[in-house]
């Protein structure tokens, strides 16, 4: 009160239009004196952003100084031994089983979404059926999805530990993703666009695949982006659906090792720890890419709309 | 071209009815293959049994869940003050600049995969722990607090994401109003508009709750995994997602179902913390 009274006498003295809700830092700290209370709650509240800050650079930055050095050329041998326990088999491997899992999940989200936005009508009761699903999956930790890819993919679809059952068991797991931000990306999409295309004479096929879709097209890739990250850092669901061998697998019905399994391996054995800091490195610079790639997008989005 | 709308109308169906197969799938092959070993070993027994010896055919998983409630309840202890203060100063106080570099950083926490946490907590909170509390608590650093820690860290941008967007979306004349009644910043701030985003925060809350519950890799390499009644907070514990990573790869018949009906127990437990975030979502936007 006494702060808008100070800054009003203020553009009254001098005589120029002064807006009134400005507060300069003279005026905050006398109002700080007035009300310590106030100030030991503005201290709080930015501790705790420094220490969400600090633990997230901390982490960052100990795992790069303490695995940059040991990259080294050894661990990228086509060969994987346990001398030098190279992760390129891993890594191939986690590019085959992304790549696999996205060709099963990314039609079957992206025709679900289509199915929600454009075609169900008001009160559907399977799209309120979905919608409740979908947060379940959504919500279901991955070691459960690892035991049911256990039981049903490897055993009764006697997938056997392979990269196929890998793959079907995260395409499960993100398929929630991949459903909501397509959902999103088309709800955003303008109606003025549809009744354009219908007005032109397109049927609702064309108009969805030829207008709706290439417009929402940024969106759905963002969305398909933190799909491919929740993938590369998966671990709980893999290790007893895709195995653990740690080779370059010449089937799908093979056994794979990710390089997060790979990664986990290397910390239990607690015999290469320099290498798993390493391997650590290397999965933390695909997170750190993908956050930028789907950040990209995103904003490409956005840029759109406006 | 009427056909092929129509087949297409179909095929769009089919794909939305994927999600509902899924769940409809994970429920029955769980419980088909949980539910026979929980009845085998006794209801009771398995979930309030005391002792785990899969060697002696006793199977009581009462350790893990205590264990799984003890280091979850330590992780919202960490994390809630920090995350939510966190999304209030992100929200509320953070200047535009500093925002476009903080708002990046925390979703990459999210991003940063489970065993990298896990592998960071064995090798700097664990040997931190263990220096700090050995002598007057004992253990070896693999403890519920450790846990309990590393946790209450992975679920900061659950929290913090879950409580911004509430916060934001409090109607901007809310704090004004305060304002203009002569409260200060931080009092208009923590007494009105947090207030108001009140069921929002709650759910974000109970999302971390879920995955503090349901997180694997990195518990099992910070917790010490003893299958036995939690002694103390500076002691072991092995958590119900654990149990079954661990054991799985050599259990055979009733061990392994009894390991599903684990999974069965931890299913259960995050059904109905999904139904408890879903009711206090639904709140929000009413």
């Known amino acids: 009160m006494e702060n808008v009274k100070a800054a009003m006498e203020n553009a009254g003295s001098a005589g120029k239009a002064e807006a009134i809700n400005y507060q300069s830092v003279k005026q905050k700290f006398q109002s700080y004196l007035k009300h310590p209370g106030s100030f030991a709650v503005y201290i709080l509240t930015s501790l705790a952003a420094l220490i969400t800050v600090l633990v997230l650079g901390f982490i960052i930055v100990y ?15 086509w060969e994987y031994n346990s001398e030098n326990v190279s992760m390129l088999p891993s890594i191939i491997n986690t590019l085959l089983l992304t790549a696999l899992a996205l060709v099963i999940v990314v039609p079957i989200g992206i025709f679900s979404a289509i199915y929600m936005v454009e075609y169900a009508k008001k009160g559907n009761k399977i799209v309120s059926i979905v919608r409740v699903t979908a947060e379940t999956l959504s919500g279901i930790p991955s070691i459960v999805y690892g ?28 398929l929630p993703t991949v459903m909501r931000t397509t959902e999103e990306a088309l709800l955003s999409v303008p109606n003025s666009y549809r009744e354009g295309s219908f007005g032109l004479g397109a049927g609702k096929l064309r108009t969805v ?30 290790i007893y659906t895709a195995g653990t061998v740690a080779k370059v697998p010449e089937s799908v019905f093979d056994s794979t090792r990710t390089l997060a399994v790979h990664m986990y391996n290397l910390s239990k054995e607690g015999l290469n720890t320099n290498q798993a800091y390493a391997t650590a490195v290397v999965l933390l610079i695909v997170v750190i890419l993908i956050n930028m790639l789907s950040n990209f997008a995103a904003r490409k989005l956005s840029a759109k709309q406006k | 071209m009427k056909v092929k709308e129509k087949v297409m109308e179909y095929v769009f169906l089919l794909c939305a009815c994927v999600s509902i197969l899924a769940v409809a799938l994970i429920c029955i092959f769980l419980f088909a293959n949980g539910l026979p070993a929980m009845k085998e070993i006794g209801v009771f027994d398995f979930l309030l049994g005391k002792r785990w010896k899969p060697g002696n055919d006793i199977y009581g998983i009462f350790p893990m869940i205590l264990g799984s409630i003890y280091v979850t309840a330590g992780a919202i202890i960490v994390g809630v003050p920090i995350g939510l203060l966190t999304a209030v100063y992100l929200a509320k106080f953070c200047p535009a600049g500093l925002y476009k570099i903080i708002k990046p950083g925390i979703d990459l926490l999210a991003g940063i995969p489970s065993v990298v946490y896990g592998f960071f907590g064995l090798c700097v909170i664990v040997p931190a722990v263990r220096t700090l ?7 070896n650093g693999q403890s519920i607090f450790t846990a309990s820690v590393l946790l209450g860290i992975m679920i900061l941008p659950t929290i913090i994401g879950i409580a911004e967007s509430a916060i934001r979306a409090v109607p901007e004349r809310y704090y004004q109003g305060a304002l203009a009644l002569g409260a200060t910043h931080e009092r208009a701030v923590f007494l009105t508009v947090v207030p108001a985003a009140k069921s929002g ?10 995955r503090a519950i349901g997180e694997t890799m990195a518990v099992i390499m910070v917790a010490g995994n003893q299958a036995r009644m939690p002694k103390g907070i500076f002691q072991g514990i092995r958590t119900l997602t654990a149990n079954i ?6 259990a055979t018949d009733l061990h392994r179902e009894a390991l599903i009906a684990t999974g069965v127990v931890l299913f259960v437990f995050i059904l109905i913390i999904n139904t408890l975030f879903s009711i206090l979502k639904r709140k929000e936007v009413h």
């Open chain 1, 209 to 238: 695949f030829k207008v709706v879709l290439p417009s929402a097209v940024p969106g759905i890739l963002s969305g398909i982006i933190l799909a491919t990250g929740r993938i590369v850092g998966e671990t709980a669901a893999l």
């Open chain 1, 147 to 174: 035991l049911f890819g256990m039981i049903f993919f490897v055993g009764v679809c006697n997938f056997g530990n392979s990269l196929l059952a890998g793959a079907l068991t995260v395409a499960i797991m993100v």
């Open chain 2, 133 to 139: 509390f050995k002598d007057t608590f004992g253990g």
């Open chain 1, 63 to 77: 795992i790069l100084v303490k695995g940059v050095p040991h990259l080294t050329p050894d661990l990228f041998a």
């Open chain 2, 201 to 210: 925060i709650m759910a974000g809350i109970v999302l971390g709750i879920g």
């Open chain 2, 245 to 250: 990573v661990i054991e799985m790869g050599y």
